[in-house]
Protein backbone atom coordinates (compact mmCIF):
# COMPACT_ATOMS: atom_id res chain seq x y z
CA UNK A 1 0.00 0.00 0.00
CA UNK A 2 2.86 2.49 0.89
CA UNK A 3 4.74 1.55 -2.39
CA UNK A 4 2.02 1.88 -4.19
CA UNK A 5 1.37 4.98 -2.90
CA UNK A 6 4.52 6.15 -3.09
CA UNK A 7 5.22 5.01 -6.74
CA UNK A 8 1.95 6.77 -8.00
CA UNK A 9 3.10 10.14 -6.26
CA UNK A 10 6.28 9.79 -8.05
CA UNK A 11 4.73 9.21 -11.24
CA UNK A 12 2.22 11.83 -10.35
CA UNK A 13 5.41 14.62 -10.11
CA UNK A 14 7.57 13.36 -13.02
CA UNK A 15 4.36 13.09 -14.94
CA UNK A 16 3.57 16.98 -13.85
CA UNK A 17 6.73 18.17 -14.78
CA UNK A 18 6.48 16.60 -18.34
CA UNK A 19 3.41 18.05 -18.45
CA UNK A 20 4.49 21.56 -17.64
CA UNK A 21 6.80 21.11 -20.92
CA UNK A 22 4.46 19.72 -23.02
CA UNK A 23 2.15 22.18 -22.66
CA UNK A 24 3.95 24.53 -24.74
CA UNK A 25 4.90 22.06 -27.15
CA UNK A 26 1.41 20.60 -27.93
CA UNK A 27 0.13 24.43 -28.14
CA UNK A 28 2.78 25.87 -30.19
CA UNK A 29 2.71 22.80 -32.88
CA UNK A 30 -1.30 22.84 -32.36
CA UNK A 31 -1.29 26.51 -32.99
CA UNK A 32 1.79 27.31 -35.03
CA UNK A 33 2.60 24.16 -36.46
CA UNK A 34 6.13 24.78 -35.39
CA UNK A 35 8.10 21.64 -34.48
CA UNK A 36 10.13 23.51 -31.27
CA UNK A 37 13.45 21.38 -31.08
CA UNK A 38 14.80 23.80 -28.61
CA UNK A 39 11.83 23.81 -26.02
CA UNK A 40 13.83 21.77 -23.55
CA UNK A 41 16.75 24.72 -24.17
CA UNK A 42 14.46 26.33 -21.95
CA UNK A 43 13.43 23.77 -19.74
CA UNK A 44 17.08 23.85 -18.32
CA UNK A 45 17.17 27.42 -18.55
CA UNK A 46 14.77 27.52 -16.51
CA UNK A 47 16.20 24.92 -13.56
CA UNK A 48 19.61 27.59 -13.65
CA UNK A 49 18.09 30.33 -13.52
CA UNK A 50 16.19 29.05 -10.55
CA UNK A 51 18.99 27.69 -8.79
CA UNK A 52 20.75 30.81 -9.74
CA UNK A 53 18.21 33.28 -8.05
CA UNK A 54 17.76 30.87 -4.93
CA UNK A 55 21.17 31.29 -4.53
CA UNK A 56 21.34 35.25 -4.91
CA UNK A 57 18.29 35.65 -2.76
CA UNK A 58 17.45 32.77 -0.60
CA UNK A 59 14.10 33.39 -1.58
CA UNK A 60 12.48 29.87 -3.63
CA UNK A 61 9.60 31.90 -4.44
CA UNK A 62 11.98 34.46 -6.37
CA UNK A 63 13.95 32.00 -7.88
CA UNK A 64 10.78 30.22 -9.12
CA UNK A 65 9.62 33.99 -10.16
CA UNK A 66 13.11 34.57 -11.97
CA UNK A 67 12.96 31.44 -13.76
CA UNK A 68 9.48 32.29 -15.60
CA UNK A 69 10.70 35.56 -16.41
CA UNK A 70 13.57 33.98 -17.71
CA UNK A 71 11.17 31.60 -19.75
CA UNK A 72 9.67 34.69 -20.90
CA UNK A 73 12.73 36.91 -22.35
CA UNK A 74 14.54 33.78 -23.72
CA UNK A 75 10.60 32.42 -25.53
CA UNK A 76 10.32 36.25 -26.66
CA UNK A 77 13.77 35.97 -28.77
CA UNK A 78 13.63 32.56 -29.67
CA UNK A 79 9.84 33.22 -31.34
CA UNK A 80 11.22 36.37 -32.97
CA UNK A 81 14.62 35.37 -34.10
CA UNK A 82 14.69 31.62 -34.34
CA UNK A 83 10.70 30.41 -35.33
CA UNK A 84 9.25 33.63 -37.18
CA UNK A 85 11.38 33.28 -40.33
CA UNK A 86 10.95 29.76 -40.35
CA UNK A 87 7.31 29.62 -40.27
CA UNK A 88 5.67 26.84 -42.45
CA UNK A 89 8.53 24.80 -43.11
CA UNK A 90 9.35 22.01 -40.96
CA UNK A 91 12.94 21.20 -42.21
CA UNK A 92 13.66 24.41 -41.47
CA UNK A 93 12.32 24.68 -38.25
CA UNK A 94 14.10 21.37 -37.25
CA UNK A 95 17.11 22.28 -38.09
CA UNK A 96 17.32 25.59 -36.63
CA UNK A 97 15.37 24.42 -33.20
CA UNK A 98 17.97 21.87 -32.96
CA UNK A 99 20.83 23.57 -33.66
CA UNK A 100 19.53 26.72 -31.15
CA UNK A 101 19.54 24.03 -28.55
CA UNK A 102 22.61 23.42 -28.75
CA UNK A 103 23.44 26.75 -28.35
CA UNK A 104 21.21 27.27 -25.38
CA UNK A 105 23.13 24.12 -23.90
CA UNK A 106 26.29 25.47 -24.72
CA UNK A 107 25.48 28.87 -23.37
CA UNK A 108 24.54 27.12 -20.01
CA UNK A 109 28.17 25.44 -20.10
CA UNK A 110 29.84 28.99 -20.64
CA UNK A 111 27.51 31.26 -18.24
CA UNK A 112 27.13 28.53 -15.53
CA UNK A 113 30.57 25.90 -15.58
CA UNK A 114 30.69 22.59 -17.77
CA UNK A 115 29.60 20.75 -14.24
CA UNK A 116 26.44 19.87 -12.07
CA UNK A 117 25.40 22.30 -10.30
CA UNK A 118 23.45 20.53 -6.83
CA UNK A 119 20.15 22.50 -5.79
CA UNK A 120 18.22 22.64 -2.60
CA UNK A 121 14.92 22.44 -1.64
CA UNK A 122 13.94 24.97 0.42
CA UNK A 123 13.41 23.96 3.73
CA UNK A 124 9.31 24.72 4.07
CA UNK A 125 9.15 22.15 1.47
CA UNK A 126 11.83 19.18 2.10
CA UNK A 127 11.56 16.53 4.38
CA UNK A 128 8.04 14.07 4.56
CA UNK A 129 5.15 13.78 6.07
CA UNK A 130 4.51 10.67 8.03
CA UNK A 131 0.52 9.38 7.78
CA UNK A 132 0.65 6.15 9.70
CA UNK A 133 3.69 4.10 8.19
CA UNK A 134 3.00 5.84 5.32
CA UNK A 135 5.77 8.39 4.17
CA UNK A 136 5.42 10.61 1.78
CA UNK A 137 7.81 13.51 0.31
CA UNK A 138 6.87 17.08 0.56
CA UNK A 139 8.30 18.34 -2.16
CA UNK A 140 6.66 15.46 -4.79
CA UNK A 141 2.95 16.60 -3.62
CA UNK A 142 4.23 20.05 -4.17
CA UNK A 143 5.00 19.76 -7.41
CA UNK A 144 1.80 17.57 -8.70
CA UNK A 145 -0.26 20.80 -6.79
CA UNK A 146 1.49 23.42 -8.76
CA UNK A 147 0.99 20.87 -11.45
CA UNK A 148 -2.71 20.61 -11.66
CA UNK A 149 -3.23 24.64 -10.23
CA UNK A 150 -1.55 25.91 -13.52
CA UNK A 151 -3.14 23.03 -15.88
CA UNK A 152 -6.59 24.98 -14.30
CA UNK A 153 -5.48 28.31 -14.62
CA UNK A 154 -4.33 27.03 -18.36
CA UNK A 155 -7.97 25.57 -18.86
CA UNK A 156 -9.15 28.54 -17.34
CA UNK A 157 -7.91 30.87 -20.15
CA UNK A 158 -8.47 28.61 -23.05
CA UNK A 159 -12.06 27.98 -22.29
CA UNK A 160 -13.75 31.40 -20.60
CA UNK A 161 -11.49 34.27 -22.14
CA UNK A 162 -11.24 35.30 -25.44
CA UNK A 163 -7.56 35.06 -26.23
CA UNK A 164 -8.22 31.50 -25.09
CA UNK A 165 -10.96 31.26 -27.63
CA UNK A 166 -8.71 32.29 -30.30
CA UNK A 167 -6.37 30.25 -29.70
CA UNK A 168 -8.54 27.10 -29.82
CA UNK A 169 -9.95 29.00 -32.76
CA UNK A 170 -6.27 29.08 -34.38
CA UNK A 171 -5.34 25.68 -33.95
CA UNK A 172 -8.13 24.12 -35.43
CA UNK A 173 -7.88 26.74 -38.42
CA UNK A 174 -5.49 29.34 -39.10
CA UNK A 175 -6.66 31.29 -42.01
CA UNK A 176 -10.00 31.62 -40.47
CA UNK A 177 -8.86 33.37 -37.54
CA UNK A 178 -7.37 35.52 -39.88
CA UNK A 179 -9.93 36.12 -42.05
CA UNK A 180 -11.62 37.56 -39.14
CA UNK A 181 -9.40 40.24 -38.44
CA UNK A 182 -7.22 39.00 -35.99
CA UNK A 183 -3.31 39.02 -35.96
CA UNK A 184 -2.44 35.65 -35.99
CA UNK A 185 1.44 37.16 -35.44
CA UNK A 186 0.42 38.24 -32.02
CA UNK A 187 -1.61 34.96 -30.63
CA UNK A 188 1.50 33.12 -32.02
CA UNK A 189 3.64 35.12 -29.95
CA UNK A 190 2.07 35.16 -26.77
CA UNK A 191 1.76 31.74 -27.01
CA UNK A 192 5.14 30.91 -27.91
CA UNK A 193 6.21 32.90 -24.97
CA UNK A 194 3.51 31.42 -22.19
CA UNK A 195 5.00 28.11 -23.75
CA UNK A 196 8.59 29.16 -23.00
CA UNK A 197 7.35 30.63 -19.60
CA UNK A 198 5.62 27.16 -18.48
CA UNK A 199 8.81 24.94 -19.77
CA UNK A 200 11.15 27.51 -17.60
CA UNK A 201 9.01 26.90 -14.70
CA UNK A 202 8.83 22.93 -14.85
CA UNK A 203 12.72 23.07 -15.29
CA UNK A 204 12.62 25.48 -11.91
CA UNK A 205 10.24 22.93 -10.29
CA UNK A 206 12.92 19.99 -11.55
CA UNK A 207 15.81 20.88 -9.70
CA UNK A 208 15.13 20.03 -6.62
CA UNK A 209 13.21 17.27 -7.04
CA UNK A 210 16.52 15.88 -9.06
CA UNK A 211 18.87 17.47 -6.70
CA UNK A 212 21.33 18.39 -9.12
CA UNK A 213 20.75 20.46 -12.65
CA UNK A 214 22.71 19.64 -15.72
CA UNK A 215 22.75 21.57 -19.05
CA UNK A 216 21.80 18.60 -20.84
CA UNK A 217 18.45 17.97 -18.63
CA UNK A 218 17.04 19.83 -20.91
CA UNK A 219 17.40 18.04 -24.06
CA UNK A 220 16.73 14.13 -22.15
CA UNK A 221 13.00 16.04 -20.83
CA UNK A 222 12.37 17.65 -24.38
CA UNK A 223 11.91 13.66 -25.68
CA UNK A 224 9.56 12.76 -22.95
CA UNK A 225 8.21 16.17 -24.13
CA UNK A 226 7.51 14.96 -27.37
CA UNK A 227 6.36 11.63 -26.62
CA UNK A 228 3.70 13.36 -24.68
CA UNK A 229 2.76 15.38 -27.31
CA UNK A 230 2.24 12.40 -29.23
CA UNK A 231 0.07 10.19 -27.01
CA UNK A 232 -2.26 13.33 -25.61
CA UNK A 233 -2.68 14.56 -29.35
CA UNK A 234 -0.61 17.32 -30.99
CA UNK A 235 -2.42 20.98 -30.09
CA UNK A 236 -4.27 19.22 -27.59
CA UNK A 237 -3.88 20.58 -24.09
CA UNK A 238 -5.99 18.05 -21.64
CA UNK A 239 -4.42 15.49 -23.51
CA UNK A 240 -0.92 16.74 -22.68
CA UNK A 241 -1.91 16.57 -19.09
CA UNK A 242 -3.21 12.58 -19.30
CA UNK A 243 -0.43 11.56 -21.63
CA UNK A 244 2.07 13.25 -19.28
CA UNK A 245 0.45 11.46 -16.12
CA UNK A 246 0.75 8.63 -17.65
CA UNK A 247 4.10 8.49 -18.69
CA UNK A 248 5.18 8.92 -15.82
CA UNK A 249 3.31 6.89 -13.28
CA UNK A 250 4.22 4.15 -16.71
CA UNK A 251 8.37 5.39 -15.82
CA UNK A 252 7.89 5.09 -12.40
CA UNK A 253 6.30 1.66 -11.68
CA UNK A 254 8.30 -0.12 -14.24
CA UNK A 255 11.21 1.28 -12.86
CA UNK A 256 10.15 -0.76 -9.92
CA UNK A 257 8.79 -3.85 -11.45
CA UNK A 258 10.62 -4.02 -14.67
CA UNK A 259 13.52 -2.10 -14.41
CA UNK A 260 14.90 -3.29 -17.82
CA UNK A 261 12.11 -1.82 -19.58
CA UNK A 262 11.59 1.48 -17.24
CA UNK A 263 13.42 3.47 -20.52
CA UNK A 264 11.37 1.43 -23.08
CA UNK A 265 7.98 1.94 -21.67
CA UNK A 266 7.18 5.30 -23.04
CA UNK A 267 8.42 4.59 -26.57
CA UNK A 268 6.07 0.87 -25.79
CA UNK A 269 3.09 3.68 -24.93
CA UNK A 270 4.03 5.84 -27.91
CA UNK A 271 3.65 2.90 -30.42
CA UNK A 272 0.69 1.44 -29.01
CA UNK A 273 -1.36 4.98 -29.75
CA UNK A 274 -0.20 5.56 -32.82
CA UNK A 275 -0.80 1.77 -34.13
CA UNK A 276 -4.41 2.65 -32.13
CA UNK A 277 -5.37 6.44 -32.20
CA UNK A 278 -2.67 7.88 -34.80
CA UNK A 279 -4.56 11.20 -33.66
CA UNK A 280 -2.98 10.95 -30.23
CA UNK A 281 -5.88 10.41 -27.36
CA UNK A 282 -7.56 14.08 -27.11
CA UNK A 283 -7.80 15.36 -30.84
CA UNK A 284 -7.48 19.11 -30.87
CA UNK A 285 -7.63 20.27 -35.08
CA UNK A 286 -10.87 20.20 -36.79
CA UNK B 1 -24.00 54.08 -56.23
CA UNK B 2 -20.28 54.77 -54.85
CA UNK B 3 -17.70 51.70 -55.77
CA UNK B 4 -16.90 49.56 -52.62
CA UNK B 5 -14.49 47.39 -54.07
CA UNK B 6 -12.18 47.56 -57.45
CA UNK B 7 -10.02 45.06 -57.69
CA UNK B 8 -7.87 46.77 -60.82
CA UNK B 9 -5.73 44.23 -62.81
CA UNK B 10 -4.80 41.96 -61.12
CA UNK B 11 -2.45 38.67 -60.99
CA UNK B 12 -1.65 36.19 -58.45
CA UNK B 13 1.04 33.05 -58.17
CA UNK B 14 0.78 30.22 -56.33
CA UNK B 15 4.35 29.09 -55.92
CA UNK B 16 4.93 28.41 -59.40
CA UNK B 17 1.64 28.63 -60.98
CA UNK B 18 0.56 31.81 -62.06
CA UNK B 19 -3.40 31.25 -61.65
CA UNK B 20 -4.70 34.80 -61.83
CA UNK B 21 -3.54 36.37 -65.13
CA UNK B 22 -5.15 39.87 -64.76
CA UNK B 23 -8.66 40.27 -62.96
CA UNK B 24 -10.64 43.43 -63.15
CA UNK B 25 -14.27 43.93 -61.70
CA UNK B 26 -15.80 46.78 -58.99
CA UNK B 27 -18.50 46.16 -56.59
CA UNK B 28 -20.95 48.76 -56.08
CA UNK B 29 -22.30 49.98 -52.82
CA UNK B 30 -25.62 47.60 -51.67
CA UNK B 31 -25.19 45.88 -54.44
CA UNK B 32 -24.97 42.10 -55.02
CA UNK B 33 -21.70 41.48 -57.14
CA UNK B 34 -21.67 37.95 -58.59
CA UNK B 35 -18.38 36.01 -60.19
CA UNK B 36 -18.85 33.29 -62.56
CA UNK B 37 -17.04 31.27 -64.30
CA UNK B 38 -16.58 27.46 -64.79
CA UNK B 39 -14.64 25.27 -62.07
CA UNK B 40 -10.58 26.08 -61.98
CA UNK B 41 -11.63 29.47 -63.54
CA UNK B 42 -10.00 31.44 -60.42
CA UNK B 43 -13.12 32.58 -58.45
CA UNK B 44 -12.12 31.67 -55.00
CA UNK B 45 -8.24 32.42 -55.64
CA UNK B 46 -9.84 35.90 -56.56
CA UNK B 47 -11.68 36.42 -52.93
CA UNK B 48 -8.57 34.89 -51.57
CA UNK B 49 -6.49 37.43 -53.10
CA UNK B 50 -8.57 40.57 -52.10
CA UNK B 51 -8.03 38.88 -48.90
CA UNK B 52 -4.61 38.64 -49.16
CA UNK B 53 -4.24 34.83 -48.44
CA UNK B 54 -2.75 34.75 -51.72
CA UNK B 55 -1.39 38.17 -51.95
CA UNK B 56 -1.26 39.86 -55.73
CA UNK B 57 1.73 40.05 -57.32
CA UNK B 58 0.68 42.39 -59.73
CA UNK B 59 -2.40 45.16 -59.68
CA UNK B 60 -4.03 46.97 -57.21
CA UNK B 61 -6.94 46.45 -55.16
CA UNK B 62 -8.81 49.20 -53.52
CA UNK B 63 -11.74 49.07 -50.78
CA UNK B 64 -13.38 52.31 -49.69
CA UNK B 65 -10.76 54.19 -52.15
CA UNK B 66 -8.27 52.81 -50.10
CA UNK B 67 -5.40 50.75 -51.33
CA UNK B 68 -5.20 47.08 -49.59
CA UNK B 69 -2.86 44.98 -52.10
CA UNK B 70 -0.33 44.79 -49.45
CA UNK B 71 -2.12 44.84 -46.61
CA UNK B 72 -2.20 41.81 -44.63
CA UNK B 73 -4.94 39.78 -44.23
CA UNK B 74 -6.12 40.43 -40.67
CA UNK B 75 -5.81 44.39 -41.46
CA UNK B 76 -7.56 43.70 -44.61
CA UNK B 77 -10.60 41.71 -42.94
CA UNK B 78 -10.36 45.30 -40.25
CA UNK B 79 -11.15 47.47 -43.02
CA UNK B 80 -14.61 46.16 -42.98
CA UNK B 81 -14.25 42.97 -45.14
CA UNK B 82 -16.51 39.13 -44.38
CA UNK B 83 -15.20 36.18 -45.89
CA UNK B 84 -17.57 32.95 -45.92
CA UNK B 85 -15.23 30.33 -47.41
CA UNK B 86 -16.03 27.44 -49.86
CA UNK B 87 -15.74 24.90 -47.16
CA UNK B 88 -17.12 27.49 -44.37
CA UNK B 89 -14.34 27.54 -41.67
CA UNK B 90 -16.54 26.56 -39.14
CA UNK B 91 -14.38 25.70 -36.02
CA UNK B 92 -15.66 22.10 -35.23
CA UNK B 93 -14.62 21.88 -31.33
CA UNK B 94 -16.21 25.47 -30.75
CA UNK B 95 -19.59 26.01 -30.06
CA UNK B 96 -22.04 28.23 -32.33
CA UNK B 97 -21.78 31.33 -29.59
CA UNK B 98 -17.97 30.47 -29.28
CA UNK B 99 -17.83 30.96 -33.48
CA UNK B 100 -19.61 33.92 -33.04
CA UNK B 101 -17.94 35.10 -30.66
CA UNK B 102 -14.20 35.41 -32.50
CA UNK B 103 -15.79 37.42 -35.08
CA UNK B 104 -16.72 39.57 -32.57
CA UNK B 105 -13.72 42.66 -32.51
CA UNK B 106 -15.79 44.22 -29.09
CA UNK B 107 -19.24 43.33 -27.48
CA UNK B 108 -20.93 46.66 -28.22
CA UNK B 109 -24.92 47.49 -28.64
CA UNK B 110 -24.00 47.76 -32.34
CA UNK B 111 -22.39 44.03 -32.50
CA UNK B 112 -24.90 42.66 -30.63
CA UNK B 113 -27.98 44.43 -32.51
CA UNK B 114 -26.06 42.60 -35.59
CA UNK B 115 -25.97 40.01 -34.09
CA UNK B 116 -30.02 39.94 -32.83
CA UNK B 117 -30.26 40.55 -37.06
CA UNK B 118 -28.47 37.61 -37.84
CA UNK B 119 -30.23 35.45 -35.65
CA UNK B 120 -33.73 36.05 -36.58
CA UNK B 121 -32.38 35.55 -39.93
CA UNK B 122 -31.36 32.22 -38.86
CA UNK B 123 -33.14 31.37 -36.05
CA UNK B 124 -31.49 27.33 -36.13
CA UNK B 125 -28.52 29.27 -35.15
CA UNK B 126 -30.55 30.12 -32.01
CA UNK B 127 -32.09 26.53 -31.35
CA UNK B 128 -28.41 25.63 -31.39
CA UNK B 129 -26.27 28.41 -29.86
CA UNK B 130 -24.38 25.69 -27.74
CA UNK B 131 -23.64 23.16 -30.16
CA UNK B 132 -20.35 22.04 -31.38
CA UNK B 133 -20.05 24.06 -34.74
CA UNK B 134 -18.86 20.40 -36.59
CA UNK B 135 -21.91 18.94 -35.54
CA UNK B 136 -24.62 21.20 -37.63
CA UNK B 137 -25.92 19.93 -40.81
CA UNK B 138 -24.18 21.41 -44.24
CA UNK B 139 -27.10 23.86 -44.43
CA UNK B 140 -26.63 25.36 -40.55
CA UNK B 141 -22.68 25.49 -40.84
CA UNK B 142 -23.35 27.97 -44.08
CA UNK B 143 -25.22 29.82 -42.25
CA UNK B 144 -23.08 30.31 -39.59
CA UNK B 145 -20.36 31.29 -41.86
CA UNK B 146 -22.57 33.94 -42.91
CA UNK B 147 -24.08 35.03 -39.73
CA UNK B 148 -20.12 34.91 -38.29
CA UNK B 149 -19.13 36.89 -41.39
CA UNK B 150 -21.62 39.68 -40.62
CA UNK B 151 -21.16 40.33 -37.29
CA UNK B 152 -17.47 40.77 -37.81
CA UNK B 153 -18.11 44.46 -38.92
CA UNK B 154 -18.26 43.72 -42.27
CA UNK B 155 -19.48 46.85 -44.79
CA UNK B 156 -18.80 43.90 -47.82
CA UNK B 157 -18.69 40.04 -47.90
CA UNK B 158 -17.00 37.72 -49.74
CA UNK B 159 -19.50 34.71 -50.01
CA UNK B 160 -17.97 31.47 -52.14
CA UNK B 161 -20.50 28.97 -53.12
CA UNK B 162 -23.19 28.91 -50.02
CA UNK B 163 -25.82 26.88 -52.45
CA UNK B 164 -22.49 23.98 -52.41
CA UNK B 165 -24.02 20.64 -51.30
CA UNK B 166 -27.11 21.87 -50.58
CA UNK B 167 -30.72 20.80 -50.90
CA UNK B 168 -32.90 22.91 -53.19
CA UNK B 169 -35.08 24.17 -50.06
CA UNK B 170 -31.87 25.07 -47.84
CA UNK B 171 -30.58 27.22 -50.85
CA UNK B 172 -33.96 28.68 -50.90
CA UNK B 173 -33.59 29.68 -47.36
CA UNK B 174 -29.60 31.00 -48.19
CA UNK B 175 -30.87 32.91 -50.99
CA UNK B 176 -33.52 35.00 -48.86
CA UNK B 177 -31.00 35.30 -46.41
CA UNK B 178 -28.83 36.72 -48.68
CA UNK B 179 -31.23 39.29 -50.01
CA UNK B 180 -32.02 40.24 -46.69
CA UNK B 181 -28.11 40.78 -46.02
CA UNK B 182 -27.78 42.84 -49.35
CA UNK B 183 -30.14 45.65 -47.32
CA UNK B 184 -27.05 45.97 -44.58
CA UNK B 185 -24.14 45.42 -46.97
CA UNK B 186 -22.28 45.34 -50.10
CA UNK B 187 -21.58 41.73 -51.34
CA UNK B 188 -19.35 39.82 -54.16
CA UNK B 189 -20.74 36.24 -54.59
CA UNK B 190 -19.50 33.59 -56.42
CA UNK B 191 -21.88 31.08 -57.37
CA UNK B 192 -22.06 28.47 -59.90
CA UNK B 193 -26.16 27.79 -59.54
CA UNK B 194 -27.30 30.42 -62.41
CA UNK B 195 -30.94 30.19 -61.18
CA UNK B 196 -29.56 31.91 -57.54
CA UNK B 197 -26.68 33.95 -58.85
CA UNK B 198 -29.75 35.33 -61.50
CA UNK B 199 -32.09 35.85 -59.08
CA UNK B 200 -29.96 37.87 -56.15
CA UNK B 201 -27.29 39.21 -58.33
CA UNK B 202 -27.11 43.10 -59.83
CA UNK B 203 -23.90 42.86 -61.44
CA UNK B 204 -22.03 39.99 -63.07
CA UNK B 205 -18.19 39.39 -63.81
CA UNK B 206 -17.28 35.84 -65.61
CA UNK B 207 -13.95 34.42 -65.12
CA UNK B 208 -11.92 32.20 -67.23
CA UNK B 209 -8.67 31.21 -67.10
CA UNK B 210 -7.68 33.42 -64.43
CA UNK B 211 -8.64 36.45 -66.72
CA UNK B 212 -11.74 38.29 -66.62
CA UNK B 213 -13.81 37.98 -69.80
CA UNK B 214 -16.53 40.25 -69.37
CA UNK B 215 -18.73 42.29 -66.68
CA UNK B 216 -21.93 44.03 -67.05
CA UNK B 217 -26.01 43.93 -65.47
CA UNK B 218 -27.29 40.66 -64.57
CA UNK B 219 -30.01 41.21 -66.61
CA UNK B 220 -28.33 41.20 -69.34
CA UNK B 221 -26.33 37.92 -68.76
CA UNK B 222 -29.96 36.30 -68.53
CA UNK B 223 -30.23 37.40 -72.35
CA UNK B 224 -27.12 36.52 -73.48
CA UNK B 225 -27.37 32.80 -74.83
CA UNK B 226 -24.12 32.25 -76.66
CA UNK B 227 -22.03 33.78 -73.36
CA UNK B 228 -24.15 31.37 -71.76
CA UNK B 229 -23.10 28.58 -73.38
CA UNK B 230 -19.52 29.01 -73.99
CA UNK B 231 -18.67 29.90 -70.68
CA UNK B 232 -21.21 28.47 -68.15
CA UNK B 233 -22.28 25.55 -70.14
CA UNK B 234 -25.99 26.25 -69.59
CA UNK B 235 -28.58 28.51 -72.24
N1 LIG C 1 -2.81 26.30 -53.65
C1 LIG C 1 -2.85 26.09 -54.98
N2 LIG C 1 -1.77 25.57 -55.60
C2 LIG C 1 -1.79 25.35 -56.91
N3 LIG C 1 -2.81 25.62 -57.71
C3 LIG C 1 -3.91 26.14 -57.16
C4 LIG C 1 -3.98 26.42 -55.77
N4 LIG C 1 -5.19 26.94 -55.49
C5 LIG C 1 -5.83 26.99 -56.65
N5 LIG C 1 -5.08 26.52 -57.67
C6 LIG C 1 -5.45 26.44 -59.07
O1 LIG C 1 -5.91 27.68 -59.48
C7 LIG C 1 -6.99 27.55 -60.39
C8 LIG C 1 -8.16 28.36 -59.87
O2 LIG C 1 -8.64 27.77 -58.68
P1 LIG C 1 -9.89 28.36 -57.91
O3 LIG C 1 -10.06 27.55 -56.68
O4 LIG C 1 -9.70 29.81 -57.76
O5 LIG C 1 -11.04 28.07 -58.93
P2 LIG C 1 -12.62 28.27 -58.75
O6 LIG C 1 -13.05 29.12 -59.87
O7 LIG C 1 -12.95 28.69 -57.39
O8 LIG C 1 -13.11 26.78 -59.00
P3 LIG C 1 -14.35 25.99 -58.33
O9 LIG C 1 -15.57 26.43 -59.05
O10 LIG C 1 -14.04 24.56 -58.65
O11 LIG C 1 -14.36 26.27 -56.89
C9 LIG C 1 -7.28 26.07 -60.51
O12 LIG C 1 -6.69 25.61 -61.70
C10 LIG C 1 -6.59 25.48 -59.31
O13 LIG C 1 -6.13 24.19 -59.61
MG1 LIG D 1 -13.89 27.85 -55.83
Do not use: C
Amino acid sequence: MELLLNLMINGLATGMLIFLLAAGLTLIFGLMDVLNFAHGGLFAWGAYSSVWFYALTDSFVVAILGAIVTGIILGFITEKLIITPVYGNHIQQILITLGFMLVLTELLKVVFGPNQIPAKTPPYLAGSWEIGDVIIIKYRVFIIVVGFLIFGIFQYILKKTKIGLIVRAGVMNKEMVQTLGINIKNVFLYVFIAGAALAALGGALMAPYSGVIYAEMGMEFAILGFIVVVIGGMGSFPGSLLAAILVGLAGSFMAYYVPSLSLAVNMMLMAVVLIFRPQGLFKAKG
Amino acid sequence: MNTMLKVDGVHTHIGQYHILQGISFEAKEGEVSVLLGRNGAGKTTTLKTILGLTPASKGIVTFKGQDITKKPTHGIANTGIGYVPEDQGIFGALTVEENMKVAMRKEDEVTLAKQDYVLNLFPDLKKFWKKDGGHLSGGQKQMLAMARAFVGNSQLLLIDEPSKGLAPIVIEKVMEAIMDMKKHTTIVLVEQNFMMASRIGDTYTLLDDGKTVQSGLMQELIQDEQVKRKYLGIG
